[in-house]
């Protein structure tokens, strides 16, 4: 059984920097996609960005292209999310997500993902 454990959400103010990072464990993630997803209270879920783990093959959300970067660490099982010249609108829990079945895009749509993290809260304070 995948688990995904995120870390790294906080309290930063507009502008600044914060990277989160989410550890897989449980089964072999080098065929997965990994991604990560934002939500606020009475909002569905939003794709931010995702990674397949063989290729390295990435996507982004608009809202986040050219400020977020994602990337993964094959030797540690774990994904990470630059975020930078963050937003007031960038306020949400985030999620990591991981799809045990390989795709030549990354999927969007939060029902294409498996497995979920707990979620970690990224608050931007104007």
């Known amino acids: 059984q995948v688990q995904l454990v995120e870390s790294g959400g906080g309290l930063v103010q507009a502008g600044d920097s914060l990277t989160l990072s989410c550890a897989a464990s449980?089964?072999?993630?080098?065929?997965?996609?990994m991604g990560w997803f934002r939500q606020t209270p009475g909002k569905e879920r939003e794709f931010v960005a995702g990674?397949?783990?063989?290729?390295?093959?990435?996507r982004y959300a608009d809202a986040v292209k050219g400020r977020f970067t994602i990337s993964g660490d094959n030797s540690q099982s774990s994904v990470y999310l630059q975020m930078n010249s963050l937003k007031p609108e960038d306020t949400a829990t985030y999620y990591c997500?991981?799809?045990?079945?390989?795709?030549?895009?990354?999927?969007?749509?939060?029902?294409?993902?498996?497995?979920w993290g707990q979620g970690t809260q990224v608050t931007v304070s104007s």
């Open positions: 449980g089964g072999p993630v080098s065929t997965y996609i």
């Open positions: 990674i397949t783990w063989n290729s390295g093959r990435t």
């Open positions: 997500a991981l799809r045990s079945t390989l795709e030549v895009v990354v999927p969007k749509m939060p029902n294409e993902y498996e497995y």
